[in-house]
């Protein structure tokens, strides 16, 4: 990371606090989405809400996932918004809940035009404890930092004077002015509500659902990403998720040291810079005028979305068989916008980016269960040392030396292996 200045604090966690909230948060936080569609050229907004609807089949409760997660199915004044509900991020249900979603919406003809957008609500439902404020100041400050790169790397647009959404829906203008330097995020917040700038539910990083204790500490955590633009890829959704997930975590590491500072006054103002080309509300109709983001410019918003994933890669790693990584590098290097600049339809661009989504099985045969199944009950213990373990796994599973630890790797990439002195046998990991 380059500058990495940091606020010092009084109320910063210990390690042994950190861990705890990375743990805590990661268990109860559930992101939820709004995302808007158009309907097709010539059809009646009434009608494709109906046909949505219909099939989507919305649960109406937020206690009851239904067949496809989604709560319901409202009009919008660009068609029509659908609520995703929240839950526990995992990627492959998550994915596929996505793929379920989007493949009815292609079927109708749905749109995501620049009227459309796509809203994240990271959510904490049951946490009955407050979070410390130290860790929203964190991810305020991740958030305007790398609020230009985050913008480009979720713009969704269809022609390169038109890379973005209009600002309105978004701004940035009061959250790049607010840092928790110098107040807290209860002020911030004040600010926000009070604001006659921005409609305190159009901000960049939206707080308008997060409340305060009388110690200024955090409850509830509900904060709303408004800034990505609407997209119909079921792929590209599903690592956002992720990526909103792992800048909350990486908030909770960070506030082991103090708060993380936007960096120097150079380096903010060609930020700020950055920011208004690709956000503003100088384009034609809802889009944002960004005929100022050359190749050049280009280039930085790429190298600074590099630098953040970079500085996320350790988080991602806590996230078991997931690619989110890999398909937000992807789109790093070009976006969902600059590949629909190219000439990608929708089909074109998940068939993309689903290539960086390993979705392998891995086949167990008869025999392979047998030995997970021993492994898993603790049958062979008291061995000496895992050689002697696995001579006596051999013989027992009738199988060669080398049979062995092949089916051993097989589990190790499926389930983690490894050598119990204690019990004098091999465990699994997870």
Known sequence: MKDPIIFRRQDVLSPTAARYWKDLLYRVVKIGTELEVSPPKGTPRTLFET??????????????????????????????????????????????????????????????????????????????????????????????RYAPELRYLTSGGDRREALCRRRNYTSHVEMVRHSPGTMSMAAIKTILDDSLIVPKHQNFLNLEHVGFTAQGDVLPLHIEYRFP?????????????????????????????????????????????????????????????????TDDVIAELRQGTYELLDLLAPTFDRFADNPSLDVLLLLAERPISLLRCAGYDWPQIEALLLQRVTTDEIGLDKTDKSLMQRIELCEWTGQTCPETWQWYAARELFLTPQDLERRLQKLEKLRGVRWDQRQGTMIFTS
């Open 51 to 144: 046909a949505v609807r219909d099939a989507l089949q919305p649960s109406g409760s937020l206690e009851m996932l239904g067949v496809n997660g989604v709560l319901d199915v409202q009009p919008e004044h660009c068609g029509v918004e659908i609520r995703i509900i929240g839950r526990h991020p995992h990627f492959h249900a998550l994915h596929e809940q996505y793929q379920r979603i989007m493949t009815a919406l292609h079927a109708l003809g749905s749109r995501p035009r620049a009227t459309c957008g796509l809203h994240f609500h990271l959510l904490t439902p049951g946490l009955a404890e407050p979070v410390p404020e130290i860790i929203l100041a964190n991810l305020w400050n991740l958030t305007r």
């Open 229 to 293: 633009d609407a997209d119909v890829s079921a792929t590209a959704v599903t690592a956002k998720t992720f990526l909103f997930l792992a800048l909350l975590l990486k908030a909770v590491d960070l506030s082991q040291y103090g708060v993380i500072h936007v960096g120097q006054v150079k380096a903010w103002r060609r930020k700020i810079e950055l920011l208004d080309m690709v956000n503003n509300n100088d384009g034609n109709l809802a889009t944002s005028d960004t005929t100022a983001v």
